[in-house]
């Protein structure tokens, strides 16, 4: 393995590590129901399946999907597969809050985009973006587990097999806190 392959894999491995925490959706949420409008629907009971045409929205909690087009599917257990596509489809949801940080907000667009109640995994194909506070990303496959908060991004694959593009993220300093102001001394005014 050459130097700068190496060091395209370090590079890799270090984004990936400052992104673990990028994407963890509220808990709440996979217990929520699924609202959708859209201009056109049709189902097919016995498939389980529904489509939905024609700047279709669909919000569930925090998630809300703006689409072309979205197909909705439920298995026998009752989890639900979403699969949007669009030029481009849009996405937002909230994450958990954690300790005394409040949830924020986490934006991506594709031209498809699959969720898997299941897997708790929310997948973005061609053209991929994703946002949380000043960080962004950005592929041709974007990965988000919501249950292990990771998060993963590829390129494009060219002749046989080889990265065509590449992965691009910036990965903004956390800020640290402002130091309080010392307490003025006892008397003074």
């Not at 929205?57 to 979403?82: E, F, M, N, P, S």
């Not at 409040?102 to 897997?119: F, N, P």
């Amino acid at each position: 393995m050459s130097a700068a392959s190496r060091a395209q894999r370090a590079a890799a491995a270090i984004a990936l590590v400052a992104c673990a925490g990028f994407v963890a959706a509220e808990r709440a949420d996979r217990d929520k129901p699924t609202h959708i409008e859209a201009a056109r629907m049709s189902a097919d009971e016995a498939r389980r399946m529904s489509v939905f045409e024609g700047n279709v929205v669909l919000t569930k909690g925090t998630i809300r999907v703006q689409a072309d087009r979205i197909v909705v599917r439920q298995d026998a257990d009752g989890y639900q597969y979403a699969t949007a596509t669009g030029n481009p489809v849009r996405f937002r949801q909230k994450s958990d809050p954690r300790g005394d940080r409040e949830g924020v907000w986490t934006e991506g667009e594709a031209l498809r985009v699959e969720i898997d109640d299941r897997r708790q995994m929310i997948e973005l194909f061609e053209r991929a973006r994703v946002r949380r506070d000043q960080d962004e990303v950005q592929g041709e496959y974007i990965a988000l587990d919501q249950r292990t908060e990771f998060f993963s991004a590829s390129a494009a694959k060219g002749a046989a097999g080889r990265p065509e593009g590449r992965v691009r993220a910036v990965i903004q300093p956390r800020q640290k806190p402002e130091p309080e102001p010392p307490a003025p001394p006892p008397g003074a005014r």
